[in-house]
């Protein structure tokens, strides 16, 4: 089993920025991708960024050229830098891992982006 904590979402104006933090713990080293994953209110949960084992990274259109995925050298503690932030990144932010077997999901974190 594998346990995902999130943290650092809020409320921050049309332009900021926040980071998002999660941290795994549990069976952490069958993990083979780490990632985010946000759901706006009436939409489906939609890909943010992920990031693999060995740091290759994807992220929406949406979000290129203004967030980044990152992780610490111990791999299991991700992060995702908001920059440029606009009123349709309001949502709630999944942090998301996988293994071989199955995947997880954080409790969630809200981002509200006010106009």
């Known amino acids: 089993q594998v346990q995902l904590v999130e943290s650092g979402g809020g409320l921050v104006q049309a332009g900021g920025s926040l980071r998002l933090s999660c941290a795994a713990s549990?069976?952490?080293?069958?993990?083979?991708?780490m990632g985010w994953y946000r759901q706006a209110p009436g939409k489906q949960r939609e890909l943010v960024a992920t990031?693999?084992?060995?740091?290759?990274?994807n992220l929406a259109d949406s979000v290129k050229g203004r967030f980044t995925i990152s992780r610490t050298n111990a791999k299991y503690t991700v992060y995702l830098q908001m920059n440029s932030l606009k009123p349709e990144d309001t949502a709630v932010y999944y942090c998301t891992a996988a293994t071989l077997r199955r995947g997880y999901w954080g409790q969630g974190t809200q981002v509200t982006v006010s106009s």
């Open positions: 990031i693999t084992n060995g740091g290759t990274t």
């Open positions: 549990g069976s952490i080293f069958e993990i083979n991708v």
